[in-house]
């Protein structure tokens, strides 16, 4: 069974880890801020080195130094995205799966992150969560000004945390 | 209780107490250094002894302390081992009823990455134009000394008090709300300078589950304070309506 079958089995679960945030955006520009790479590559907290591969989404620290694999799990237009999180860094435990769901409301759009299938608990500032705290402010920082802003620690190199 | 004695059933966790007992207030890379574990086999013991109160996590910018917190074993005591020694239903009421008010109430934990100093941070919070142009039910925000009460079509509903402030640092906050009413919980801000950003955080200790609404209420009210501190426009997130059922999407059947 590959990872995908093992996972879809499993949406109905509980998230181990949700966060919210709200953008004014329209929901096409949402979409395409979270499904196209060069999109990606103008917020994600760390890097720049994201390419799309038929499903599969890579993210590297640096050319050959690989970080984070995203495979699409399922992908309703304008509504949903499913992906693997397969962390490649050291100590990245087994791989997980997020989900995105996008929504208008009105003039501004409400975005929601589940992740499911963690290994490990979910700390409040710490690992997964500060990662995607870090993200998402990034996403809104870029979709709301135009302006790329990564909002990563400084303390951190490189080569750290997710 | 279940989660007391399932917490202490496990040598590792024993021995992480033991090592706060030595010495509170350590960081989880100080604890790991004592054991042959990785940082997750750690961190997921340290969460089985949080969720049972046998210790307390403070956080001071990126670091997290960890602390002993001897209370929740004292009660397991209490309830049975001196029931032995003398007639124990008086404890016994009282921690039912100390268990049934924490059940009541709710931790309330956020943070939000802004690109914008410190000090600017400080001042949207505490300005009230900048506060009814970012909360997302206030249309009228008053300052009174050191009090501000949040209005919303000339009705208040809540009042946030200030209780202590370290400048630059830290502000804790009495929140009282008004309408409905409920009891008065703790608000505390932190914002930390990280290079050219900021991160805002919020610790809501205390707040009462009746009032459900209020963890959204801060999603949306910091989404609009980033967006007025890194644009300069005013831009609510408000709830929207409750949405008219949309037969295409939910068949009900008759």
Known sequence: ?162 | MDNIFKALADPARRDILDALRAKDGQTLSQIGTRFEMTRFGVMKHLGVLEAAGLITTVKRGRFKYHYLNALPLQEALDRWITPFAKPAAREVLDLKAKLEAAEATQIVTMSIFIAAPAGKIWDALTDPAALAASHDRADDVRRDGAALTFSAANTPFLRLEEVAHEVGKTRHMRFVPLSPTAAASEVTFTVVEEGAHCVLSLEHRGLSTALAHVPDSWRRSLAGLKTLLETGVAQKFPSPPPAAPDLSEKETPK
Not at chain 1, 14 to 23: A, E, L, S
Not at chain 1, 44 to 59: A, S
Not at chain 1, 125 to 148: C, F, I, N, P, S
């Open chain 1, 1 to 162: 069974m590959t990872i995908h079958q093992h996972m879809e089995g499993q949406t109905m679960a509980k998230p181990d880890y949700v966060m919210q945030t709200y953008i004014r955006c329209t929901l096409d520009t949402l979409w395409d801020a979270l499904t196209d790479p060069e999109e990606i590559k103008k917020y994600h907290f760390i890097t720049d080195h994201i390419r799309k591969d038929g499903d599969t989404t890579g993210y590297d620290f640096a050319p050959g130094a690989p970080m984070l694999r995203c495979r699409d799990i399922r992908l309703d237009p304008k509504t949903r995205i499913e992906q693997t999180f397969e962390g490649l860094w050291e100590d990245a435990g087994p791989p997980s799966r997020f989900v995105y769901l996008l929504r208008e409301e009105g003039e501004v759009c409400s975005l929601t992150l589940e992740h499911y299938d963690l290994a490990f608990p979910v700390i409040h500032g710490e690992g997964v969560a500060d990662g995607w705290a870090r993200m998402l402010a990034g996403l809104k920082t870029y979709l709301e000004t135009g302006a790329t802003v990564r909002f990563a620690d400084p303390a951190l190199d490189a080569g750290g945390a997710p």
